[in-house]
């Protein structure tokens, strides 16, 4: 097969390969993208329920996780979100601030990517789909690939093949397979922004809530110390329950702090002084029940599970400070102990992945082979729900795109 010749080899035609390509493409670099899926940017288009969360506009790098929590500051100050949003407004991309900051497309995701191909394709960068790459060499100054399309000389070659989430929209560890070939650390790799499994007596509990949701705060518990964000340790964010198990934002947002083995504290009415509450509503309404008083606080038929789960629905007249205390710990700090996560069927990220030691926070070049580059979701930088993620995908394949 022939062999051709390009300045940079992209490896992922996610959001931060397409982004690096747009980048390098118009500062000139003649770019070349490689991806095996059938179609580029497929989790762009899964991704914020189809309308993919594009940024945060207070993406900072306390929104990321890391074992070296200083690496994302450099590229995140450079491409900020407001900088992404210029972009999108000036392709006319309609969007909406779904939650504080968050923004989301209006109305579909196939949008946002159709922004990042134009792009592309004004940058003149070429892509091929459904290319398997078999080997990939250092040769000179240069790099060799080896792949089902034949032979690429490459400047550089930058790997952005993403994390292990949704094995069946294309992703691979090959990412980490390349670090490793080139003396590279990988630190552990977890599924993450991920809903929560029960055990089977616990599933059996709430079979029946299934699409209830309610606000809650969740924090988890190892070895009776709390972990969670902020100095309450805790995120306060809906809770949806599922036919398996605990999911919405709160779950998915803790998901990233729990560990098999750890438990969930749960507090269902976050905000309320529930002991003062209960007993005020004692002395107003003491003859109307407790399954009542929360059906206003909570959606009702977690009120009705709640006073089954604890086999007791008196008139408020009947709680004692005791019963009311008692309530409030299993209202106010349930405590759960998940059998699992539903693992990377179902996660959005990846925790953990290639050690940001050996690379450059400034261009993401690997230290003693500069023509190798990572960014994305495949290092160890993993961000909070909620718009971050793509936002590290943006500022890492800009800050890598620039300097190729
Ligand atoms: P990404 O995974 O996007 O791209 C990697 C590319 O590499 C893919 O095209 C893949 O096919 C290709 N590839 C993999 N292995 C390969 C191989 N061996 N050879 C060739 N190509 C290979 N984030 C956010 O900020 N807001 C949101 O709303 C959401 N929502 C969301 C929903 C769901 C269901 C998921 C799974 C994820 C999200 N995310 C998110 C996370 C976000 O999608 C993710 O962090 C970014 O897509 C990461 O971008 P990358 O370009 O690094 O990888």
């Known amino acids: 097969m022939p062999s051709s010749r390009f300045d940079v080899v992209i490896v992922g035609a996610g959001a931060a390969g ?59 100050k450079r491409y900020r979100p407001e900088h992404f949003v210029e972009l999108v407004e000036r392709h006319g991309l309609d969007y909406v601030e779904k939650a504080p900051g968050q923004l989301f497309c209006a109305h579909s995701a196939k949008a946002l990517l159709d922004v990042l191909l134009t792009e592309c394709e004004w940058a003149g960068v070429e892509l091929r789909l459904k290319t398997s ?39 691979t ?105 209960l007993a005020e509503a004692r002395r107003t309404t003491p003859r109307r029940q407790l399954s009542t008083w929360l059906g206003e606080n909570l959606p009702r038929r977690l009120a009705q599970a709640l006073v089954e789960w604890h086999g007791e629905d008196p008139v408020l007249a009947e709680l004692s400070n005791a019963r009311i205390e008692a309530w409030q710990q299993r209202l106010g700090r349930w405590c759960l102990k998940p ?32 023509q190798l580059r990572f960014i994305g979701e495949v290092l160890d930088v993993t961000g909070e729900l909620g718009g971050h993620n793509f936002q590290w995908a943006w500022a890492s394949g800009v800050a890598c795109g620039l300097a190729l």
């Open 339 to 370: 059998a699992g996560t539903e693992g990377w069927r179902t996660a959005e990220v990846t925790l953990g992945g290639v050690d940001t030691a050996p690379i450059s926070s400034k261009d993401f070049s690997v230290e003693g082979v500069p």
């Open 18 to 76: 397409l982004m690096c390509a747009l980048t390098a493409g118009h500062a000139g670099r003649r770019v070349l993208v490689l991806d095996h899926a059938n179609k580029p940017g497929k989790k762009i288009l899964m991704s914020g329920g189809g309308r993919c969360n594009f940024t945060n506009l207070a993406s900072g790098p306390a929104n990321f996780f890391s074992a070296n929590p200083h690496f994302c500051i450099s590229a995140l």
């Open 173 to 277: 560890g090959f990412g980490y397979d390349v670090a490793r070939q080139f003396g590279l650390g990988v630190t552990a790799t977890r599924p993450a922004l991920v809903p929560f499994t029960l055990t089977s007596q616990w599933k059996a509990r709430v079979a029946d809530l299934a699409g209830v949701s309610c606000d809650v705060a969740v924090s988890a518990v190892r070895g009776g110390q709390r972990l969670g964000p902020g100095r309450e340790r805790r995120y306060r964010e809906p809770m949806l329950f599922t036919h398996r198990g605990l999911s919405g934002p709160g779950m998915l947002q803790i998901s990233s702090y729990w560990q098999p083995g750890d438990e969930l504290e749960i507090d269902l009415l976050p905000g309320l002084d529930l002991p003062a509450a």
């Open 133 to 171: 790459i078999e080997r990939i060499e250092a040769a000179g100054e240069g790099m060799r690939l080896a792949t089902s399309m034949g032979r690429i000389e490459a400047g550089a070659v930058v790997i952005a093949t993403g994390g292990l989430s949704i094995p069946t929209m294309g992703a």
